[in-house]
């Protein structure tokens, strides 16, 4: 009895060393997350990767998306946090980097290659030193339910009075025009005030004149954009106070509602809610007479090196490996509606995705407002545009009052608004 | 025996009796420690602590630079902060008012009529108004959110269907109906705790009594009124701390059917909520949450409830001495 015990022992000692041996040769890495919901997606993604390079094995490891900043930055205090770990946009991982938590990676290879100074910019210092590698943008536009539209006779409009009028031959006809509602408050900022803003303030460069101080944040632009909100708050479905994010994407489903501002994440719930249901996308289009449009482009995850990393040679390998066009199309593939920054050109395999990218063309882009640079004091940009948005459509204020508050909320803190030209 | 050898034999005893009160002594110690043990690491150390990271400011869960009371100098004086604190804890006090005004009362009424023995089905009423007690808030919460949907509730329906349509209304979406409705969703959960308190009190006072006050002609309300009511007041007392304690602690149901910023525009946010966006979640999405500020705001929620607990026990000694008991 005994020597098999000894037997037994020796035996499962030597599997041990054995696996550990094997170990030796393969680097684990861990990557830090808020996508929760993309466990699966990315495993297939790092699983891609592992067979590129078999000796480096990554784990992704997410957190609770309202947890992650504070999770993040507790590990990164302790020690304890991911080598490899995904990016904010701007002020964020700005900060993180300035206190070094960050590697700088401006010798990596192929980062300044594949990504446009542009999509490096929210991961990267004024001067341009980078220390993250843009990772996903999300898109956003107007979702429309084809069958109802071609049942109505409706076009696609081409200018935002145009939209207007569509709505109101909708709500004639007895449907609700939009599906979006107030009852989750972080949706009329992302994806109803945030959607359309770049049309009415000029986009990329529109925005820029904010951030300088050339604008004021009441000035007639952003009163147009909280304008805009006014116009579509007739059309919102009835006790929209009260309707939740989940509620509206119903409404849209079930054919209630013909339109829903939203974001290109959304693709696979309706693929997979509803795989018959005839949808497409538009972009929000400009108000007449303006030439150029834009489309709210949001670059939103970055991904970064832990400089207190016991791997960075490894991690480097998988950095680099971002910037290649295989990557990119794993990533449009298995997570459509996130889309890859590089200028890898890559066909996607998702043709709402491909829908949602085609609204790029001749467009200019731009992220969301709120993001670079007014969210790095009290009160921010973000909860002051929500609020706004949220009075404007509640009928509360006026679109001048919401642009007066936005002003003069960030002029407690922001210099630029606070020496804005009068 | 003599006297010297009385003393003596007084004295061993005595000392005997004092070795033994020693020991007895000890022995209750030791069995205080485990309490004593268990209680100092999972309660007294965490709450000193969060009063210790009250003084300190940093970006992570563990702030680390020392700041004095400028935490509290910023909740008091920052005009966003500021407005922010005394909204979530004017909402705490209605939430808290609507729960003694509707809980409470309607748990005095259904244990009144609990107690009577003549009651068909008691245990029935018993079982269902204590039922909503034993589900989670969280599961209540949403069931609460889909009845009161504007769109597929029940209750919007409900009101159609006989003809009172013009009172439909989104419930959960009106800055001014929000905090009443939620109040209310959580007292009807929780009415059967003080119904279940009340009965038992109800159930202690003596059959010779009420009888003696029926005999000597007192009606049914006076009985309650001048009999029960009184014989109850430690009861009350104790379901008050109670409902003070749980609802300045109130965070789930407002979780559940309002959200972490308590929507519409504030209009639900409780203390609790206001400390959880401050110190853990942030104001938004990709906000950093300020663990200092909010180590500050659940300081101030402990003294509250402090002063409040402390207040009941004051006046309640001071009842006791009144009536010599």
Redesign the interface.
């Known amino acids: 009895m005994k020597v098999k015990f000894a037997l037994l022992f020796v035996v499962m000692l030597a599997l041990l060393s054995t696996s550990a041996l094997a170990q030796d040769s393969v680097v684990q890495l861990t990557m830090g997350s808020w996508r929760v919901d993309d466990v699966a997606q990315m495993q297939v993604i790092l699983d891609a990767f592992s067979a590129a390079y078999p000796n480096v094995k990554i784990t992704f490891d997410p957190t609770n998306?309202?947890?992650y900043?504070?999770?993040l930055?507790?590990q990164?205090?302790g020690g304890t946090a991911p080598d490899l770990f995904y990016l904010?946009s701007y002020a964020?991982s700005r900060?993180l980097y300035e206190?070094g938590f960050l590697e700088p990676l401006g010798d990596l290879t192929g980062l300044m290659e594949n990504f446009t100074p542009e999509a490096r910019a929210p991961w990267a210092t004024d001067d341009g030193v980078p220390y993250g590698v843009p990772f996903i943008a999300v898109s956003h536009g107007i979702y429309y339910n084809v069958d109802l539209f071609n049942e109505l006779g409706l076009e696609i409009p081409t200018t935002w009075e145009g939209l207007i009028e569509v709505a109101q031959k909708i709500k004639d006809a007895g449907y609700t025009a939009f599906a979006n509602a107030?009852?989750?408050?972080?949706t009329i900022?992302?994806i109803v005030f945030m959607n359309l803003a770049p049309n009415f303030i000029g986009g990329f460069e529109g925005r820029q004149a904010y951030l300088k101080g050339e604008r004021c944040f009441n000035d007639e632009h952003a009163v147009a954009a909280f304008q805009a909100v006014a116009d579509i708050a007739p059309f919102l479905?009835?006790?929209?106070?009260?309707?939740?994010y989940y509620?509206s994407q119903q409404?849209f489903l079930l054919g209630e509602a013909a339109m829903w501002m939203g974001g290109s994440w959304d693709i696979p719930f309706f693929e997979s809610e509803e795989p018959e249901f005839a949808w497409s996308v538009f972009a929000v289009p400009a108000p007449e007479g303006q030439e150029q449009a834009y489309v709210t482009f949001h670059l939103d995850a970055g991904m970064g090196l832990n400089a207190a990393s016991t791997h960075k040679e490894e991690a480097k390998l998988f950095l680099e490996w971002m910037a290649t066009p295989e990557f990119a199309t794993l990533l449009a593939d298995n997570l459509p509606g996130f889309f890859p920054i590089s200028t890898n050109t890559v066909s996607l395999q998702n043709e709402h995705a491909n829908t949602f990218l085609s609204l790029n063309e001749g467009r200019g882009l731009d992220v969301r407002w709120a993001?670079e640079g007014l969210?790095a004091g009290?009160?921010?940009g973000?909860?002051l545009m929500?609020?706004g948005a949220?009075a404007v459509i509640a009928g509360t204020q006026t679109p001048q009052e919401a642009a007066d508050a936005l002003q003069d909320g960030l002029a407690?803190w922001f210099e630029p608004a606070q020496n804005c030209a009068k | 025996m003599s006297d010297a050898v009385l003393t003596e034999v007084g004295q061993v005893r005595e000392r005997a009796a004092a070795r033994w009160d020693v020991q007895r002594r000890r022995t209750w110690v030791l069995f205080l420690v485990p309490a004593v043990i268990v209680y100092t690491v999972f309660m007294a150390f965490p709450l000193f602590n969060s009063m210790r990271l009250s003084l300190y400011q940093g970006k992570g869960l563990t702030p680390e630079t020392y700041v004095g009371f400028a935490n509290y100098t910023e909740l008091f004086t920052n005009p966003l902060w500021r407005d922010r604190f005394f909204n979530a804890l004017r909402n705490t006090v209605v939430f808290f008012a609507i729960h003694m005004l509707v809980q409470n009362t309607l748990g005095l009424l259904f244990a009144s009529l609990l107690s009577n023995v003549h009651l068909r089905g008691r245990n029935i009423y018993r079982a269902v108004i204590f039922l909503p007690a034993t589900l989670s808030v969280l599961v209540t919460g949403f069931l609460w959110t889909l009845i009161l949907n504007p769109r597929w509730g029940m209750l919007n329906q409900l009101l159609e269907g006989v003809g009172l349509g013009a009172l439909a209304r989104p419930w959960l979406g009106d800055a001014n109906l929000a905090l009443p409705v939620i109040s209310l969703v959580s007292s009807w959960q929780w009415v059967g705790l003080p119904t279940m308190m009340f009965l038992a009190g109800l159930l202690t006072i003596s059959d010779e009594l009420l009888e003696a006050a029926r005999v000597d002609g007192a009606s049914a309300w006076q009985v309650f009124w001048r009999i029960k009511l009184p014989l109850l007041k430690p009861v009350i007392g104790i379901v008050s701390v109670l409902t003070f304690v749980g609802n300045f602690n109130a965070f789930d149901v407002i979780f559940a059917m309002a959200g972490a910023r308590g929507e519409p525009g504030y209009s639900t946010d409780l203390m609790a909520t206001f400390f959880y966006r401050t110190a853990i979640a942030g104001e938004h999405p990709v906000a950093q949450p300020n663990m200092g500020l909010g180590a500050a705001i659940a300081t101030i929620m402990f003294l509250i409830l402090l002063a409040g607990v402390s207040l009941w026990l004051i006046l309640g000694r001071e009842r006791d001495e009144k009536t010599g008991t």
């Open positions: 998306p309202p947890d900043n504070a999770t930055r507790t990164l205090e904010r964020t900060q206190e107030s009852g989750d408050e972080w900022a992302e479905p009835e006790g929209q106070e009260a309707l939740t509620d409404l993001w969210l009290q009160p921010d973000y909860t929500q609020n949220l407690q």
